[in-house]
């Protein structure tokens, strides 16, 4: 687990410090979202975490792009 807390590390670095965007996307958010993933199996709480985070982000989109809509 510490090991591919550290990859995860490195790789989100190198995404960060990479001026000339020619750092693979797909491969940095892939490996987050495995991360991620492997942790919502292993926690309970932590499902919870991440679907009220979830559920909160999508209400919040929901209600901006509503008042974007009527100009609020």
């Known amino acids: 687990m ?3 807390l550290a990859k995860v590390k490195e790789v989100v670095g190198r995404f960060f410090k ?3 965007g020619d750092h693979n996307l797909l ?3 892939g490996l ?3 991360v991620v993933g492997i942790l919502v199996v292993a926690s309970p709480t932590l499902r919870e975490q991440i679907m ?3 559920n909160n982000a999508l209400s919040s ?3 901006f792009f509503n008042n ?3 100009g609020k």
């Open 2 to 4: 510490k090991a591919l």
């Open 18 to 20: 990479d001026r000339k």
């Open 27 to 29: 491969s940095t958010v």
């Open 32 to 34: 987050i979202a495995i």
């Open 52 to 54: 009220n985070m979830i």
């Open 61 to 63: 989109a929901s209600s």
């Open 68 to 70: 974007a809509v009527q």
